[in-house]
């Protein structure tokens, strides 16, 4: 049975800090990796999608690795801004297939 | 493309009360999964929906329920609502698992 962890649950920075955010999973067998952005109260807007044949993925400033034999994907923003203040979380397909697990979501403060 | 379209955007309703929330998947996607997300929490899968059949179901008890049309649009029922059930009920599609989800807005529901 898949689980998705993310550390640290929260996070702090001053404006233009370059940060990474954590995300493992217990069953390297991944089919791919999502990450999203969740502003409070609101649904979750897709950042990033790693396919598992993949090693990274850009968009901007943020870029997201994906490393199967350890069980863990990073998520790097850069120089980051005070709108990038927002929980963060990663999910990828269970194994059977049809349902998504999520982790618990790192929520990020970026101080102005 | 319109995206994922849920409605209401927030409910209030009564313990032992049901409710009735509903999801316009994004256009040609035809696979739809419900979530539902408690406060400071990572979704939790509800079941998902593959062209008018449920083909998969997480660890809720049956009074959630769940119908999908020949449109794809979607609706999650809720018989005999408890304290509990008070979340950010997510809605996501799909066309293939390879592509990943996209994510309605939410309907945050509260019972009192």
């Known amino acids: 049975k898949q689980e998705v962890t993310q550390i640290p649950a929260a996070l702090s920075v001053p404006e233009g800090e370059n940060l990474v955010l954590n995300c493992s999973f217990t069953?390297?067998?991944?089919?791919?990796l999502q990450w999203f952005r969740q502003d409070p109260g609101k649904g979750l807007t897709s950042l990033l999608l790693?396919?598992?044949?993949?090693r990274e993925q850009t968009s901007g400033r943020l870029n997201a690795s994906l490393d199967k034999s350890s069980g863990r994907s990073t998520l790097y923003i850069a120089a980051s801004q005070p709108g990038d203040s927002a929980t963060y979380l990663c999910?990828?397909?269970?194994?059977?297939?049809?349902?998504?697990?999520f982790g618990a979501g790192t929520r990020l403060f970026v101080k102005a | 493309e319109t995206g994922v379209t849920q409605s209401p955007t927030h409910l209030i309703k009564t313990r032992g009360q049901q409710v009735t929330l509903r999801c316009s998947s994004q256009?040609?996607?035809?696979?739809v999964s419900w979530y539902q997300q408690a406060l400071g929490q990572g979704p939790q899968f509800i079941f998902q929906?593959?062209?008018?059949?449920?083909?998969g179901r997480g660890n809720f008890p049956p009074r959630f329920s769940g119908l999908q049309f020949p449109n794809y649009s979607s609706e999650l029922n809720v018989n005999a609502l408890e304290l509990d059930d008070s979340a950010l009920y997510l809605c996501?599609?799909?066309?293939?698992?390879?592509?990943?989800?996209?994510f309605g807005s939410g309907t945050r529901l509260t019972v009192v």
């Open positions: 996501a599609s799909s066309l293939r698992r390879a592509d990943g989800y996209t």
């Open positions: 069953d390297s067998a991944i089919y791919n």
């Open positions: 790693i396919q598992s044949s993949q």
């Open positions: 999910a990828t397909p269970d194994t059977g297939g049809f349902k998504t697990i």
């Open positions: 256009s040609g996607h035809n696979t």
């Open positions: 929906y593959y062209r008018e059949e449920e083909n």
